[in-house]
């Protein structure tokens, strides 16, 4: 995978499972999906669009746990394999020195990435009561530290990219409204320090079917000599409401707003049980992945139904041709 992958780090120990045989698809499932369940803690409702890395050899992670009051609350997690979870029962307390932006309202959707040297958070956060991109950061997964938000509201799916592009820090993020957004576009912002945000320029829209209604970034983009590959969540209005499937671009390494090939056919929808039935049900939603560089393995983690995480499995390089050829 030397020839395709930039920057990635060989991690041998990701979860994986091979394809099962006369399986055609470009990812596929793992057999003992949801390895999440709702229940994993007492204090949850629910537990899905998680994020994690790899950790000390390990993996830990920064989890959705909705809990039985129905508050979206954000709680750490370590894992020695990837697949079973130890998840604090408390959620993170976060360190801010302004009493303003540290005022915890709510938190969902987050995603983690490493930067320089520390581990950087992003969420779906709540300013003044309304929707926008938390940012904070941890070295060690225990003590976390809260930044000023990156942007106004209402925004959601805040996505970092894995190293500055040009100097600057880098981001994807998804403009919304104050409700559960029937619209949304993806767009691409950068900052000098990770508080000043500008530079705003559009990335891509909705188009058709599956991905009609709206789009958000997925998982952290992976460096490629192809581009940067994308996952990403498109949504379709049903006769029964909202449908969520799984879906990929490839972005211009140097102009990451400029879309080179993006997929036309979604690579995954909610097909299965725990992805058709929950408390919101038919949602695939890509949160995080691990990326084996030696191999091109990668394991994706997603929210099902709104309530629990599944796990996906594919090759970076098999994934880069179907996007190509199979573009929209």
Known sequence: ???????????????????????????????????????????????????????????????????????????????????TWEIKNDRIQWICDDADVGEWGYGYDPRVVWINDRYYVTWCNAYGGWPTIGVGYTHDFREFHQLENAFLPFNRNGVLFPRKIGEKYAMLSRPSDRGHTPFGDIYYSESPDMTHWGRHRFVMGTTFGWQSTKIGAGPIPIET???????????????????????????????????????APYLMSPQRLYECVGDVPNVVFPCAALLDGASGRLAIYYGAADTVVGLAFTYVDELITFVKTHAA
């Not at 409702?45 to 790899?54: D, G, L, Q």
């Not at 049903?238 to 400029?258: E, I, K």
């Open 225 to 263: 000599t192809q581009g940067w590959l994308l996952l990403y969540h498109g949504v379709l209005t049903s006769c029964n409401g909202f449908v969520y499937s799984m879906g990929a671009a490839l972005l211009d390494l140097h102009q990451p707003w400029r879309v080179l090939f993006r997929t």
């Open 1 to 83: 995978m030397s020839g395709i992958l930039v920057n990635a780090e060989p991690l041998p120990n990701i979860p994986w499972e091979d394809r099962p045989p006369g399986c055609r698809d470009v990812v596929w499932r793992y057999s003992q999906n949801p390895v999440i369940p709702r229940d994993l803690i007492p204090s949850s409702n629910s537990i899905f669009n998680s994020a994690v890395v790899p950790f000390e050899g390990e993996f830990a992670g920064v989890f959705r746990c909705d809990d039985k009051r129905r508050a979206m609350q954000l709680h750490a997690g370590r894992s020695h394999d990837g697949i």
